[in-house]
């Protein structure tokens, strides 16, 4: 059972990790439903994905609001069918120490990051079940493992995920439904970038391959995760990091 | 047009994978049909889709046998 017309869902596709998932998926044959939260973001998927020859499009979602996903779940399934291969990619960083961690900039990270993928595994997985076959892969990071200065929200967020994802894995693996993550290290995208120069460099010496990695590279190992070739393994939290969180 | 009965008795028999001659009204889903969590999960959804109703989550923990269902649509027609 190849993934070849199958309708996979990636969230957060316009840019980064999620837009090198979507290309990735599309060229294994899927039918791609990129998500972001503008209406030129969900336009740029779509035209992307045109410009690649893959099939699929953009779509507006707004991962912190079941009703937007509840929606946007029902409009795939009528326009394609339901979406069986879904990837969880979605996310924001809002840094702070913890002393000066504001409530508000705890709760979107912890929103966006982890109950949206309790919103999205819940509303896809009633197509899932029916078909008894499915692919979840949600998108963790290296920082819920080793942690991360000024990133309590964001690696409480990516740790939580990872504990959702055994134990979603658990629930659903009698209905041939795979549940994995992968964690990223320190990858080229918008999100990194952000960084300093100077906490750019010390990165480097702590990464054995010694560079960022590309988007791509995640992107492999999500293909795979939801490829049947990984057909046996659920519950997962694939390490794709150059090296640099070694267990 | 089927009657509330066979329809219920179908959906059971698609969901839980057991012929529909050896469900009987007073069927347990769990115990004499073998269904375990998930399934009686799906058999609501199932139900709920079959006969465009909303089963709330009180009233399906309710709902255990093949009788219960077939009650829960008829008084909710």
Redesign the interface.
């Known amino acids: 059972m190849s993934i070849e017309g199958k309708v996979a869902l990636v969230t957060g596709a316009s840019r980064g990790i999620g837009r090198a998932t979507a290309y990735a998926l599309g060229k294994m044959g899927a039918i791609v439903v990129g998500t972001a939260t503008s209406e030129s973001g969900a336009q740029s998927i779509s035209e992307g994905l045109a410009e690649q020859g893959y099939k699929g499009k953009g779509y507006v979602l707004n991962v912190t609001s079941q009703e937007s996903v509840d929606s946007v779940v029902k409009a795939i399934t009528e326009e394609f069918s339901a979406p069986l291969i879904v990837i969880n990619n979605a996310g924001i960083t809002q840094d702070n120490l913890l002393m000066r961690m504001k409530e508000d900039e705890w709760d979107s990270v912890i929103d966006t990051n982890l109950k949206s993928v309790y919103r999205i595994a819940k509303a896809t997985m009633r197509g899932m079940t029916k078909a008894r076959w499915g692919r979840i892969v949600n998108i963790s990071s290296v920082v819920a493992t080793m942690g991360n200065m000024g990133q309590s929200n964001y690696a409480a967020a990516k740790a939580g995920m990872e504990g959702f994802t055994r134990a979603m894995a658990r629930e659903v693996a009698s209905r041939n439904i795979t549940v994995n993550a992968v964690a990223p290290g320190f990858i080229a995208t918008d999100m990194t970038h952000a960084l300093p120069e100077e906490q750019h460099k010390a990165l480097l010496t702590q990464i054995p391959l010694a560079r960022l990695g590309q988007p791509e590279e995640i992107a492999n190992a999500v293909a795979f995760l939801a490829s049947e070739g990984a057909s046996y393994i659920t519950g997962e939290t694939l390490q794709v990091n150059g090296g640099m969180n070694m267990r | 047009m089927s009657t509330i009965e066979e329809r219920v008795k179908k959906i059971v028999s698609e969901q839980l994978g057991v012929k529909e001659e050896e469900i009987t009204n007073a069927s347990s889903f769990v115990d004499d049909l073998g269904a ?1 969590s ?1 399934d009686t999960v ?1 058999l609501v ?1 199932a139900l709920e889709e079959e006969f465009e109703t909303e089963i709330p989550d009180e009233e399906a923990e309710k709902i255990t046998t093949v009788q219960e269902a077939i009650d829960y649509v008829v008084s909710h027609q």
């Open positions: 375990d998930l799906e959804m």
